[in-house]
């Protein structure tokens, strides 16, 4: 049920249009060109979004085309760790094989899994702190 102070506030809006006898058109208003594409629409959705690009780094990298694979599986979330099983009914560990303590996602097992740690650890304690 529509109000009077929504009739009002409809009455403000209203009077601020012009009408005319053109024929209506849609004009896209996030780009110069005032056309659609659904590519503009894509970039006017993260309009304001800091990009991180994280896959351009990835790609870019100098690392072997085999590890590029891997990590852009991980950053997806597409590694068949036990999560991933779980959801689709598949036989999967109930903890994580290596330290037995907590369920196992990509996020653990390269992260925060006590013996993935220790080996970043000992991968970039020489390079010191930055
Ligand atoms: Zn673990």
């Known amino acids: 049920m529509v109000g009077l102070?929504?009739?009002?506030?409809?009455?403000?809006?209203?009077?601020?249009?012009?009408?005319?006898?053109?024929?209506?058109?849609?004009?896209?208003?996030?780009?110069?060109?005032?056309?659609?594409?659904?590519k503009l629409a894509y970039r006017a959705f993260f309009n304001g979004a800091i990009p991180f690009e994280h896959w351009s780094r990835l790609w870019k990298s100098w690392a072997p085309p085999k590890c590029k694979v891997?990590?852009?599986?991980?950053?997806r979330n597409w590694c068949w760790t036990a999560d991933r099983l779980a959801k689709r009914g598949l036989p999967h560990p109930s903890k994580c094989p290596l330290c037995d303590q907590e369920d196992e996602d990509v996020q653990h097992l390269l992260t925060t899994c006590v013996l993935p740690r220790e080996f970043w650890f000992r991968i970039l304690a020489p390079l010191g702190p930055t």
Do not use: P, R
């Open 70 to 75: 891997f990590l852009w599986l991980a950053i």
């Open 5 to 38: 102070f929504e009739y009002f506030q409809l009455w403000d809006v209203l009077l601020e249009m012009n009408l005319s006898q053109t024929k209506d058109v849609h004009i896209w208003c996030l780009d110069g060109s005032g056309q659609f594409s659904s």
